[in-house]
Structures are given as C-alpha cells and as structure tokens.
C-alpha cells in the first residue's frame, strides 16, 4: 500500500517562500506520477502541478506558473514543491498524490493515492 506525508507547510508573508515535500513509502516509487493538489476553505481540490515518472514532464496551472517548481527525487523517494512570490490567495491545504503511470495527470480522479494534507497559509 502507498502511503504519502507531506511537510514543510507554515505561515509566510506575502512574497515569501517555502517548500513542500511529500514522502512516498509502499511500492516502487519512480513506477508513480506525482501531483500537488490545494484546497481553500469553501473551495473544491485544485490542481497545483504534476510531474512524470522520470521527472522529464511537467504540468502547472496558470495561477502558480513561474512562481512554483514541482521536482522529485526517486532515490529519496521524495517530491517536492518550491513555492515562491508566494499570494494570500495560495492560502490552502496542500496535498500530495499518487498513481502509477508514465504521463501527466491534472485532475483528482485520476489519482489514487493522497496524502492528509499540510496548511500553507500565506499573510498580506
């Protein structure tokens, strides 16, 4: 079973920077596509960034384009999220998560595994 914890959350000042991680333990972790997900309050799960197997491909959303890095390392069996120029409205619960494939995937469905979740909230 997959199993995924994310770290790193916290409280910033607008501008400011941090950076998620998210370790996998269970199966071969470099077999997984990766995603980042968030969720405001009184919103639905979003799509942050994903990245492939091999970490060749990516995909971000337009809200987090150029200010955020999706990267992994597959011998730490980690993945990572720097989030930088960081707004209040990247206020959210970040999530990580999983699903065995060699393509990009941008929508909840299509992954199968998740992680409980880390709060980033980012202060005007």
């Known amino acids: 079973q997959v199993q995924l914890v994310e770290s790193g959350g916290g409280l910033v000042q607008a501008g400011g920077s941090l950076r998620l991680s998210c370790a996998f333990s269970?199966?071969?972790?470099?077999?997984?596509?990766m995603g980042w997900f968030r969720q405001a309050p009184g919103k639905s799960r979003e799509f942050v960034a994903d990245?492939?197997?091999?970490?060749?491909?990516?995909e971000y959303a337009d809200s987090v384009k150029g200010r955020f890095t999706i990267s992994r390392d597959n011998a730490k069996k980690t993945v990572y999220l720097q989030m930088n120029s960081l707004k209040p409205e990247d206020t959210a619960v970040y999530y990580c998560a999983a699903r065995r494939g060699v393509g990009v995937y941008i929508t909840t469905d299509e992954y199968d595994y998740w992680g409980q979740g880390t709060q980033v909230t980012v202060s005007s």
């Open positions: 990245i492939s197997w091999s970490g060749a491909s990516t």
């Open positions: 269970g199966r071969t972790f470099s077999s997984y596509a």
